[in-house]
T-cell receptor, first 116, second 112 residues
Framework: GAVVSQHPSWVICKSGTSVKIECRSL??????MFWYRQFPKQSLMLMAT?????????EQGVEKDKFLINHASLTLSTLTVTSAHPEDSSFYIC????????????FGQGTRLTVV | GENVEQHPSTLSVQEGDSAVIKCTYS??????FPWYKQELGKRPQLIID?????GEKKDQRIAVTLNKTAKHFSLHITETQPEDSAVYFC???????????FGTGTRLKVLA
């Protein structure tokens, strides 16, 4: 199946700093990628849809100025958590859809963010 | 918007027994329903999916059934094994998009 790679796998940062997470489709082009957030023992909550070459679409309640998404190429989307706070600590996972006819989404391995 | 409910939240079964996880969705226009298995700290892995034009799909020990009228779908795992222990998530694709809304998850424990 298609491979989605996320980097870094884990990161610890200080409060007030920004953290960038990368999501790459390694063997296919992804016009659309999705960013999810998962708290411990909870479900995946969709944060935003990342569209190549255009602005991301954010879900209700997600602050677009805090979670900056850039999808500058067909194989890379980035999520930047700005001015991170301890409550932003979570597991962030991206997914990408392979092709225009394929409905299946492939997930990255996730990034565990801890803000201290 | 689309809402997906999943039950039970936890499920313990003896090795060799069957496990059933149920989900309901709210958007009658949804037409794609994947199931994911997630082990601790790892990415969700697609294990089976079903589209709205079929009522049942089977892949070895795993099967999924869909009742469009009732807007619910279920995951069936037969002859469970300890390595089936994980968290399972159902999802529904939001009609007109490629966004998935996930259920709340079921933590399955298969007791040896």
């Amino acid at each position: 199946g298609a491979v989605v790679s996320q980097h870094p796998s884990w990161v610890i940062c200080k409060s007030g700093t920004s953290v960038k997470i990368e999501c790459r489709s390694l063997d296919f082009q992804a016009t659309t990628m999705f960013w999810y957030r998962q708290f411990p023992k909870q479900s995946l909550m969709l944060m935003a849809t990342s569209n190549e070459g255009s602005k991301a679409t954010y879900e209700q309640g997600v602050e677009k100025d805090k979670f900056l998404i850039n999808h500058a190429s067909l194989t890379l989307s980035t999520l930047t958590v700005t001015s991170a706070h301890p409550e932003d600590s979570s597991f962030y996972i991206c997914s990408a859809r392979a092709g225009t006819q394929n409905t299946e989404a492939f997930f990255g391995q996730g990034t565990r963010l801890t803000v201290v | 918007g689309e809402n997906v409910e999943q039950h039970p939240s936890t499920l313990s079964v003896q090795e060799g027994d069957s496990a059933v996880i149920k989900c309901t969705y709210s958007d009658s226009a949804s037409n794609y329903f994947p199931w994911y298995k997630q082990e601790l700290g790892k990415r969700p892995q697609l294990i089976i999916d079903i589209r709205s034009n079929v009522g049942e799909k089977k892949d070895q020990r795993i099967a999924v059934t869909l009742n469009k009228t009732a807007k619910h779908f279920s995951l069936h795992i037969t002859e469970t094994q300890p390595e089936d222990s994980a968290v399972y998530f159902c999802a529904a694709r939001v009609s007109g998009t490629y966004k998935y809304i996930f259920g709340t998850g079921t933590r399955l424990k298969v007791l040896a």
